[in-house]
């Protein structure tokens, strides 16, 4: 048979241990509100990362958004005698952007 106090003790073990762990995570400094810096610059020119059918991705820097778009329009009045619609933007140091040609018709 286990004694009593035995088992006491184990539970006041796993007690002040789940406070401790509880006290440690509460303390933790949270800074959600921080202003975010990018490691990485972006210092490329605007080029063509892939295309596909009626699809085409461009890479370019924040500044560089009216060079993309023109050379989406090329892209897409040249290539595929469609104009150029922007479809997804994501900008983590240089911007990506896809562009689909669509059809003139309305």
Request: hydrophobic content about 35%.
């Amino acid at each position: 048979m286990i004694p009593l106090c035995f088992t006491i003790k184990k539970l006041n073990t796993f007690i002040l241990f789940s406070l401790l762990l509880l006290i440690i995570s509460c303390a933790s400094k949270q800074d959600s509100g921080a202003t975010l810096n990018y490691v990485k610059d972006c210092d490329i020119d605007t080029r063509i990362l892939k295309s596909y059918g009626d699809t085409i991705r461009i890479e370019y820097q924040p500044s560089g958004m009216d060079a993309a778009d023109n050379m989406a329009l090329d892209y897409c009045l040249e290539n595929r005698g469609k104009i150029s619609t922007k479809n997804e933007v994501s900008c983590e140091g240089c911007c990506k952007a896809t562009y689909i040609c669509k059809s003139n018709d309305y």
